[in-house]
């Protein structure tokens, strides 16, 4: 059994920095990418960032060069750096998975909310 553990978000103000992270628990020998998600209230569930193999990354227009995805393999760990935080950055993020034959999960979601 697999599970994702975030953690890192919490309450910021305008231009302030939180780094996230998300923590594969369980047996794996693949990690063919790992993504986060931010879904803010009332709206659709999109991506934010994605680190794949040989650690391609990709980012939403609205946070590049603020943003930041990393990937640890021998802690089987990403973080999402985020910096120059944004009232429109306030969401639930998500961290989703894809490991092994490309089974795929989803974390539980953290809180990120910028105040200004």
């Known amino acids: 059994q697999v599970r994702l553990v975030e953690s890192g978000g919490g309450y910021v103000q305008v231009g302030g920095s939180l780094r996230l992270s998300c923590a594969i628990d369980?047996?794996?020998?693949?990690?063919?990418?790992m993504a986060w998600f931010r879904q803010p209230p009332g709206r659709s569930r999109d991506l934010v960032a994605r680190?794949?193999?040989?650690?391609?990354?990709n980012y939403a227009d609205s946070v590049k060069g603020r943003f930041t995805i990393s990937l640890d393999d021998a802690k089987n760990t990403t973080y999402l750096q985020m910096n120059n935080l944004k009232p429109e950055d306030t969401a639930v993020y998500y961290c989703k998975v894809g490991i092994n034959w490309l089974e795929e999960y989803w974390g539980q979601g953290t809180q990120v909310t910028v105040s200004s």
């Open positions: 680190i794949g193999s040989g650690e391609r990354t």
């Open positions: 369980g047996t794996i020998w693949r990690i063919a990418y």
